[in-house]
């Protein structure tokens, strides 16, 4: 074997590695909230959450991140907390290569590819054979609307008008700033996957009742 056939094998080995892991999941809606509301115990109580319901569903040996951002001193912005990218789904579809691919208009983000860490769909709004949503009295259980306290571009708000329910520790006064993982509301037009609307309230009962239950994205970091 000459060296230079010894270095271009070693160098495919160490690039194996690598290309094995093209298409792993690293991107997934929590199939449940911490049950608490929007209590999830601040960030490090949300990435606690997304980690272990990644390693519950055979997805360990990564770091995973929430995509919430925080206000006030200190405050983070989500787009900074989940990694450089590629991410992939639970099936192996392609969510975005990169952080600015994930924030434009056109990120297949939708009630197809947005799905929990077992692979489940999140309960959306349903729409006739034209795609227009069906009326209010005829949906049931939707779950689209998931916490992120983000604006669109995955920046967090300006101190003020609370839109992290007190930066994930409250389960009483506030609100948070929703998205919706099926992109449709019951208005006609695109919605936003992280920048939707407001919640009623910081409670898991005021999170229903606005068609949520508490999820939140989570992203492999590393």
């Known amino acids: 074997m000459t060296r230079l056939t010894a270095c271009c094998l070693a160098a495919l080995c160490l690039a194996a590695p690598a290309a094995a892991q093209e298409g792993a999941p690293s991107f997934f809606v929590t199939s449940a909230g911490t049950g608490m509301g929007a209590d999830l115990g601040g ?3 949300a990435d606690a959450h997304c980690q272990s319901l990644a390693e519950a569903a055979g997805m ?5 991140r929430a995509y919430l951002s925080t206000q006030g001193e200190g405050a983070e912005n989500a787009r900074d ?3 450089a990218g590629p991410w992939y789904n639970v099936n192996g579809a392609l969510i975005a ?3 600015d691919d994930l924030h434009l208009d056109a990120v297949p983000i939708d009630h197809e590819t947005a799905l929990d860490e077992t692979g489940a769909e999140v309960p959306y709004v349903m729409v006739d054979d034209a795609g227009a949503p069906l009326p209010r009295e005829q949906q049931s259980g939707v779950e689209h609307d998931i916490l992120t306290g983000s604006q669109a571009d995955g920046t967090a708000f ?4 609370d839109m992290t329910c007190s930066n994930w520790t409250s389960s009483g006064e506030g609100s948070a700033m929703l998205g919706h993982s099926d992109r449709r509301s019951l208005t006609p037009g ?3 996957w992280n920048a939707a609307h407001p919640s009623r309230g910081c409670s ?4 229903v009742m606005t068609g949520g239950s508490g999820r939140f994205y989570c992203f492999r970091a590393d």
Do not use: K
């Not at 300006?158 to 008008?161: F, K, M, P, R, S």
């Not at 898991?204 to 999170?207: A, G, P, R, Y």
């Open 43 to 45: 960030l490090e109580g």
């Open 60 to 64: 360990s040996g990564g770091t995973w």
């Open 97 to 99: 290569m990169t952080v």
């Open 204 to 207: 898991q009962e005021n999170l």
């Open 158 to 161: 300006d101190a003020g008008e």
């Open 190 to 192: 695109l919605s936003p």
């Open 81 to 83: 907390r989940i990694g």
